[in-house]
């Protein structure tokens, strides 16, 4: 869901790959391998948004007074923001899904 | 970019339409991005707990759809300071 990684075929440069990947030097295969590599970047970007917006936010609440190291209580209350950061998301991603698929009506695919 | 791929017509424009669909869901995805850091902000209180209370999950989901209400309104009421001025 996050995109962290690409979910599809494995872009293959060589025309010995496997028979469901076709290569690039058919036309069927450079157009998978465009569109792979966009949707690869989109989930990049998407990830590297997230990670900035996570670390921010629970710097910003765990680390009240930067010390020498990183103590176990900082850790731990960065993981859990964390992981709660990513809840969020989750809840968020929903609500706003549901809410512009209830605006257009069913039959829109784009706004 | 066309051109070095040499795809003919019909595959150059379902390339055209997937990145119409692509840059549309990075549109959400930017949104669903802004969102979250904006809600975050406002309903989350303690962060040490690790988990979303289910009020917190709750005031998220109010948070994005009261924002999305707020912006509508305020377009329709430009709109009518616009009528109410007369064709600006």
């Known amino acids: 869901m996050f995109g962290f990684g690409s979910s599809s075929s494995s872009s293959s440069a060589s025309s010995s790959s496997s028979s469901s990947t076709p290569g690039l030097d058919t036309m069927e295969g450079r157009k998978q391998a465009v569109m792979q590599h966009i949707r690869n970047e989109t989930a990049l970007s998407n990830a590297q948004e997230l990670m900035n917006a996570s670390t921010e936010r629970c710097f910003k609440s765990c680390v009240v007074n930067p010390g020498a190291s990183l103590s176990s209580t900082e850790q731990t209350c960065l993981s859990g923001c964390f992981d709660k950061y990513l809840e969020a998301f989750t809840v968020v991603s929903r609500a706003y899904g549901s809410r512009v698929r209830s605006e257009l009506g069913p039959n829109e695919t784009s706004f | ?88």
Do not use: H, Y
């Not at chain 2, 003919?8 to 850091?37: C, G, H, M, P, Y």
């Open chain 2, 1 to 88: 970019m066309s051109d070095s791929l040499q795809l003919d017509a019909a595959t150059q424009n379902e390339l055209q339409k997937f990145i119409a669909q692509e840059t549309a869901q990075r549109k959400v995805n930017e949104s669903v991005q802004k969102f979250t850091s904006l809600c975050w902000d406002k309903c989350i209180t303690n962060v040490t707990s690790g988990r979303l209370a289910p009020a917190e999950a709750n005031c998220l989901s109010n948070c994005v759809g009261r924002f999305l209400d707020a912006s509508l309104q305020l377009v329709r009421d430009v709109e009518n300071k616009r009528s109410q001025i007369g064709g600006l």
